[in-house]
């Protein structure tokens, strides 16, 4: 993996949540939640427009795996300002990928693999021992493609991390936790994406929407205390 593209990364996400930890204190009677997630996403099939100087257009319906564990890993992260009233001020980060599965000829390598990466923010609301979300935000792109023989890589040079601002994202998500001791728990959380995002390749550029839906498993700190009274008396209910 590109070090510059690693760092940068890094950099991005380490921006991130320093932003939303700010912004934490100010909240009277907040409660900071933080979750990490494991897990997949799978791509509906969507329309892909490749444009590159020389050649005609690519036109046609692209299909995408996710490979969680290939080159990169894929993973999703939470952060949440409970107040009152079970409502919540959210961060969701989400390195999602993509790999195209049927190119036609011309068409080497095109993959989207040190990050789909979407930065969505949003609300939140607990509600019967379900947590429920909608968010929307940034695309952050990196992309690699060899199309023609000719490449484009994730990186450009030295002082190209290949990271890019490349479209927007929302999202709608249900999760639900399972306290394990005091404020700590596991959590599974899944969410569907509807991005668009437009990438460059060698002398051209690549129109990239995408619908996903996310299934993660993983663990927090954090949330309101009094959240497992209310899933207790739910269940007299």
């Known amino acids: 993996m590109n070090r510059g593209s690693l760092l940068a990364g890094q950099r991005l996400r380490t921006l991130a949540v320093t932003v939303v930890l700010l912004l934490a204190p100010r909240a009277g009677h907040a409660q900071l939640a933080l979750s990490i ?32 564990f290939y080159e990169t890993y894929y993973y999703a992260g939470r ?13 969701d980060y989400t390195h999602h990928k993509v790999y195209l599965t049927n190119p036609p ?9 040190y990050g789909y990466n979407q930065f969505a923010f949003g609300r939140a609301f607990y509600s019967r021992g379900l947590i429920y979300s909608v968010a929307a935000g940034p ?12 490449v484009r ?18 999202q709608i998500g249900l999760s639900k936790q399972f306290r394990i001791i005091d404020r700590f728990f596991l959590v599974a959380d899944s ?4 991005s668009y995002a437009r990438v460059p390749v060698s002398n051209g550029h690549a129109n990239v929407p995408n619908v996903a839906l996310h299934l993660h498993f993983g663990a927090g700190f954090g949330g309101p205390r009094h959240w497992a009274t209310i899933a207790k008396e739910d269940q007299t209910d």
Do not use: M
Request: hydrophobic share 40%.
């Open 153 to 170: 890589d994730h990186s450009g040079g030295p002082w190209d991390s290949g990271y890019l601002l490349a479209g927007a994202t929302a």
């Open 191 to 194: 969410r569907v994406s509807f």
């Open 37 to 68: 997630f494991g897990g997949s996403s799978f791509s509906a099939p969507t329309p892909l427009h490749i444009t590159q100087a020389g050649f005609p257009d690519f036109d046609f319906t692209a299909h995408y795996q996710t490979k969680p």
């Open 139 to 150: 695309v952050i792109g990196n992309p690699f493609s060899e199309i023609h023989g000719q």
């Open 79 to 91: 952060l949440a300002l409970w107040g009152k009233q079970n409502k919540a001020w959210i961060f």
């Open 105 to 113: 000829p011309g068409i080497q390598q095109f993959r989207i693999t």
